[in-house]
């Protein structure tokens, strides 16, 4: 079995505060991905890697950088959390090539005061 | 804006009632996948379809893709309190290296 694991299920910080998510896949996927969860909105692609060391841009990069220095691992990072990032935050991955279905870590729900 | 959009945002039903969502895409796709994410769980995969027109089923769920390939339905026959959770779809542009997840329709099954 596909295990993604994300690094916390909730986590509160202060604004201003820089933010680490960590994401690590067991599967060898090449693709990573970040998304954010919010009500109506479905889930908005922020950043995603297709290997290691490589990231593009999503819908949604502003006040996020995302870091891929090892394979399994896929990092997002919020310089300075603002009460705008206070969302759900789910990590994906997959096989790279043709439209193989993505697997997705338990969530991280992040609340910025 | 939204790329994809899913109606309706909620829906609540008697259970052993019928349940149908719709996800419409501003632009053609090359593939439809759909997932399930139960009550503070996540997203999981269900079904793709890939040709224009397809039509795929998995027990009481039935899944269209459009002819046009902008849009695509899911409809539950006979719900269950079982089927309850939030029904995404998603998909990948027909032009350029973008995936898209659609807005989302939660559904509430009523025992």
């Known amino acids: 079995d596909v295990k993604v694991t994300q690094s916390s299920r909730y986590l509160v910080k202060r604004t201003g505060e820089k933010v680490f998510l960590e994401c690590v896949q067991d599967?060898?996927?090449?693709?990573m991905f970040w998304y954010r969860q919010d009500p109506g909105l479905g889930l908005r692609l922020i950043y995603f890697s297709y290997d290691v060391k490589m990231k593009e841009k999503g819908d949604i990069p502003e006040g996020y950088s995302v870091s891929r220095e090892k394979k399994e691992r896929f990092s997002l990072i919020l310089e300075s959390a603002s009460t705008n990032q206070t969302s759900m935050y789910l990590c994906?991955?997959?096989?790279?090539?043709?439209?193989?279905?993505?697997?997705f870590g338990p969530g991280t729900r992040l609340t910025v005061l | 804006g939204q790329q994809v959009m899913q109606i309706p945002q909620y829906q609540h039903v008697q259970e052993g009632e019928d349940f149908t969502t719709y996800c419409n895409s501003s632009t053609t796709l090359s593939n439809i996948q759909w997932y399930k994410q139960r009550p503070g769980g996540h997203p999981v995969f269900l079904i793709q379809?890939?040709?224009?027109?397809e039509v795929k089923k998995q027990k009481r769920l039935t899944f269209q893709f459009g002819e046009a390939k902008k849009n695509s339905s899911l409809h539950i026959t006979a719900t269950q309190t079982t089927d309850v959770g939030t029904y995404f779809c998603?998909?990948?542009?027909?032009?350029?290296?973008?995936?898209?997840f659609g807005t989302g329709t939660s559904l509430t099954v009523i025992p």
């Open positions: 994906a991955s997959r096989w790279a090539g043709g439209y193989n279905e993505q697997f």
């Open positions: 998603a998909g990948w542009r027909d032009t350029g290296n973008q995936f898209y």
């Open positions: 599967m060898d996927h090449e693709n």
């Open positions: 379809l890939v040709k224009s027109g």
